[in-house]
């Protein structure tokens, strides 16, 4: 007996039905790309995806290829849409070669150029009068390993070929923007025309992302997943409960949550398979586990004063007054006595080796300088449940 009835639907190169919350993005790319419906072969049109992993770049632009050469189609032209990813495809010849294989044209095994090798890639989707949408994912790392000449070469082809009719238009999928700073202005220019931007999702977002998996690609079999257990997941990697915002990790989660259910027998995914999950996919925090259950009672204190500073004001840095505030809060409501100022001073700089917090100096602006202090790991309830329990654990 198994949790999942289509455990495919959450393979991370699947590509479901509905992209929650990335409608507004496909809108974006449709409307971009709209002149080579409207009049095909006058400009190349190029757009730029960023965004950090997991937040959709990849699904999303595959999503967009299907659905308008599907609407193309409808309307008699002949639109391509190629997906390289050029961390597999690692030069520039290797991408030319994708390209040709993906539109299942032979190219002679005769060590031609580049240029020569475009031209036979050209020619074709002349002859046959195919536009193509060329998307190139992990383009940082085309961008950070391939020769100037190479790249100058893939984003402006037409100057190279002289053609007359424009038949490639690209996305450009970029992990940051910065990647592009070491290019010369004028390819930067012909890569920047429109950029999309993809924001780590927040955990509703992420619960929508995860329901949708579940119920509407059936991933699992009915009720097999309570909503508390969706809610579980999806408060760890949102970005607005301190996670990274990340579909990848929070269905990877999910899914390991399922196999972990299914191994105890369990016909319903609970909240602790979920909490195993994570802690199997967040080594660091297993390293974290190792770390506090090092620290004494009141090292635990002020690492929970600094979460309640997080959870209830929601800004990454605290001066270190507000912290002792917290601090002194928090232990005489478990009936420990704080400890002096000084020594407080100790405990974070004892947390700040560990790695468990992060400290800097306040910049101009403050009234005087002050040591502003973070958690350095992000707020989740795995978290926050290990530093209340070790807290327990030294208070009895
Ligand atoms: P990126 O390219 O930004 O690293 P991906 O597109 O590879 O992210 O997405 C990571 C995983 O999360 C994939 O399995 C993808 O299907 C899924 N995913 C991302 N965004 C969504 C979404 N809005 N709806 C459904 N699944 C999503």
Redesign the pocket.
């Known amino acids: 007996t198994t949790v999942f009835e289509r455990i495919n639907a959450l393979n991370?190169d699947?590509?479901?039905k509905?992209?929650?919350?990335?409608e507004i993005q496909i809108r974006e790319l449709t409307v971009n790309f709209r002149d080579i419906l409207i009049n095909p072969g006058s400009t190349s049109v190029r757009v730029v995806i960023t965004?950090k992993?997991?937040?959709?770049?990849?699904?999303?632009a595959k999503k967009f290829g299907e659905i308008f050469s599907e609407i193309a189609k409808e309307k008699g032209l002949k639109i391509f849409y190629l997906h390289i990813n050029c961390h597999r495809q690692r030069t520039l010849y290797l991408i030319l070669m994708e390209i040709a294989r993906q539109l299942n044209l032979q190219i002679p095994n005769r060590g031609l150029s580049s240029q020569e090798t475009f031209k036979l890639i050209y020619d074709y989707l002349d002859k046959r009068n195919i536009q193509l949408i060329l998307a190139l994912?992990e383009f940082d790392y085309f961008i950070s390993t391939s020769p100037v000449e190479d790249i100058y070469f893939l984003v402006r082809i037409y100057d190279e070929l002289n053609a007359l009719v424009k038949r490639i238009h690209y996305i450009f999928?970029l992990r940051e923007m910065s990647s592009l700073a070491s290019l010369d202005k004028s390819i930067k220019d012909h890569v920047i025309k429109n950029i999309i931007e993809?924001h780590p999702y927040t955990s509703s977002d992420l619960f929508d992302?995860l329901d949708?998996r579940i119920k509407t690609e059936k991933a699992f079999r009915e009720g097999a997943v309570p909503e508390e257990t969706i809610k579980f997941i999806a408060d760890i990697y949102g970005v607005d409960k301190g996670g990274n915002g990340n579909?990848?990790l929070a269905?990877e989660t999910l899914e390991l949550a399922g196999k972990i259910a299914d191994t105890e027998g369990s016909p319903q995914v609970s909240i602790d398979h979920a909490k195993k999950a994570n802690s199997k996919i967040n080594p660091e925090l297993s390293i974290i586990i190792d770390t506090i259950k090092d620290l004494d009672l009141h090292q635990l204190l002020v690492v929970k004063a600094i979460m309640n500073l997080h959870k209830k004001e929601g800004v990454d840095f605290f001066p270190m007054g507000r912290v002792e505030e917290e601090y002194n809060l928090v232990s005489r409501e478990l009936g420990a006595p704080p400890r002096k100022h000084t020594q407080l001073f100790e405990y974070i700089r004892k947390l700040k080796l560990m790695g468990l917090i992060v400290a800097r100096q306040s910049g101009k602006g403050m009234r005087g300088r002050t040591t502003l202090i973070s958690l350095s790991v992000p707020l989740s309830t795995e978290f926050e449940d290990l530093i209340n329990n070790e807290i327990r654990d030294k208070l009895l």
Do not use: E, Q
Not at 53 to 60: A, D, F, I, R
């Open positions: 991370p699947y590509i479901p509905n992209l929650p919350h990335r965004g992993t997991g937040t959709g770049k990849t699904v999303t994912d999928i993809f992302i949708d579909a990848r269905i």
